[in-house]
């Protein structure tokens, strides 16, 4: 080896003892021992900080939990409201069929195929759909309920005669329809 790589420079030398000197002033720092009361104030410094952002994130928990309870009453409360704004223009056709004199059937007829159409137009807007089963349809346990079994030339299980109309809300069985289903044979 040569002189020059086994005697450093002084611009080496200084360069190498900086990183040292700042090591030794960590080192230092760390190993300057606090006083137990500045110990105890520094921890229960650290203590009061934690409390403070435990007691903030608990009541930042209480008030997430308490807006979603108070937003699950007002859609419970207010679940209805679009369906019964639907129904308003069908109230206010029945009064209007109710506050005329209607001599003539065939008119005042007429006016409750109207309003039924507006109710039925209501129903499709929530989302409610009818059970009306064709005479000859198969029975439907889940959309449908059997009073009677009757003899009929009809195959076993289908629907005879359609006592009431059933109803579906989104798909949920509101009401089934009340049927008579042909006996089996």
């Known amino acids: 080896m040569t002189q020059e790589n086994q005697n450093p420079s002084p611009e080496q030398d200084q360069a190498a003892a900086e990183p040292a000197v700042e090591a030794t002033a960590e080192a230092t720092a760390q190993a300057v ?8 104030a520094a921890l229960n410094e650290k203590i009061g900080e934690l ?14 939990r308490r807006r979603a309870v108070e937003d699950i009453a007002k859609a419970h409360k207010f679940a209805i ?6 129904l308003v223009p069908v109230t206010d056709s029945l009064y209007a069929a109710l506050s005329t ?11 409750l195929e109207i309003t039924l ?7 499709e807007k929530g989302r409610m759909t009818e059970i009306n089963p064709a005479v000859g349809d198969k029975f439907d346990p889940h959309h449908h309920q059997a009073i009677a079994s009757v003899p009929s030339e009809q195959d076993a299980n289908t629907v005879v005669s359609v006592l009431q109309r059933g109803y579906t809300v989104a798909d949920r069985v509101l009401r089934p329809a009340l049927v008579t289903v042909s006996a089996p044979k």
């Open 51 to 64: 409390q403070d952002n435990f007691l903030r994130a608990k009541a930042e928990g209480e008030n997430i």
């Open 117 to 123: 159409k507006q109710l039925l137009s209501a129903f």
């Open 81 to 86: 409201e679009s369906f019964a704004e639907h």
């Open 33 to 40: 021992p606090k006083t137990p009361e500045q110990e105890i």
């Open 101 to 111: 004199d209607a001599t003539d059937a065939k008119a005042f007829k007429e006016g």
